[in-house]
């Protein structure tokens, strides 16, 4: 599958890498290549990713049957702006995976400003924008080592799935598989609107996080 | 210990009735006993807990060593200012464990309305309101029958206490211990301020309790 991974942090760098491993076709979407490229070591992280390519967000939008947006939520809209999705003219019914949290650290204190509430998600915002798209949020509930990788963490831990587009939704469940994480512990909570509920558990993880003292944590389910 | 509940429903039953099943000393306190008793079974259910006697807030406040919020969280606020906490005579620092939420079904939909958010929560709110009591928050985050019996739901899952005052939380933990919680599994998340991440997991449980089918459902950490 050709995804595109829009996003050049942490998180994008986990996912791109762990894609182009289990065997897709990967670009990754920036503003200006040539900038990322001195930044943060992005250079050595592509000599060591050499089968991933690093484009613009345009390029990357034209590549992708997936997009995957791993980009900072505040900064989310316009990345798959500039990536063409509200107009994304190869691939009607786009498939996004939205990672993505809108979080705020610049105020200090112990937690973050966060951009979900009970009647709105940065997931839906983004569908709204882009309605020819089919978005399905996902694995924003965790470090991405772990989105990745999620047999770095022991147990039965899940990861969630919320979209309104049950094909969309199965596409991305392939690609949590090859990720390692077996279907019974990728947990479809419905509708989009589900991830209100995912994205105002960020602070409850960032706490269990601190808690724990690492990153490397996530929940179960138990019933 | 002489414990006062207020609220008089589901939650506030399954706690009272719990309190005294261990050996505490328990009043439930309301608006209006009289009308209380009248209404959805509260007299069969006395009847049924001969050890628990209804009063009304003022006297439930007058009793309490420690005082359990299970109200509607909407009502919090009026229901402890009923039961005196603002001066309350006897007991300066009255431990007050809030198990309460928020939540306003009234507009239909998936999701209620939540009175939580990253930079406020109910426990702070009640806090503000009440500085010379010790608020607490725990419990929040689970159906109130695994709050009361944490047995009734298999695995090592979890809940979570969050207080500025390390004597009240003590105080909490031994309530918890006493209900069939083992130690390793009630998380101090800290400083009051973790309420607000406790409250912003509902709308997760909703999801996680709509997609399992019951609401004896919990999470556990995984690390």
Redesign the interface.
Known sequence: MRIAVLGTGEVGRALAGRCAEVGHDVVVGTRDPARTRERDGYAGWLDGHPEVRLVTNAEAGAHAELLVNATNGAGSLAALTDAGVAEHPEHPGLVVLDVANVLDFSGGG?????GA???HSLAEQLQAAFPAADVVKGLNTMNCQVMARPDR?????VT?VAGDDEEAKATVRDLLSAFGWPEHRV?????L??A???E??L??W???S???G?A????????
């Open positions: 112990r937690y973050p400003g966060i509430a009970i009647d963490v022991p147990g039965e831990h969630f947990l479809d909570l419905g509708g609107d589900a209100r509920a995912t105002m558990y602070p409850l960032l706490s269990l601190g808690a724990a690492t490397e944590v996530n929940i179960a389910v138990c019933r």
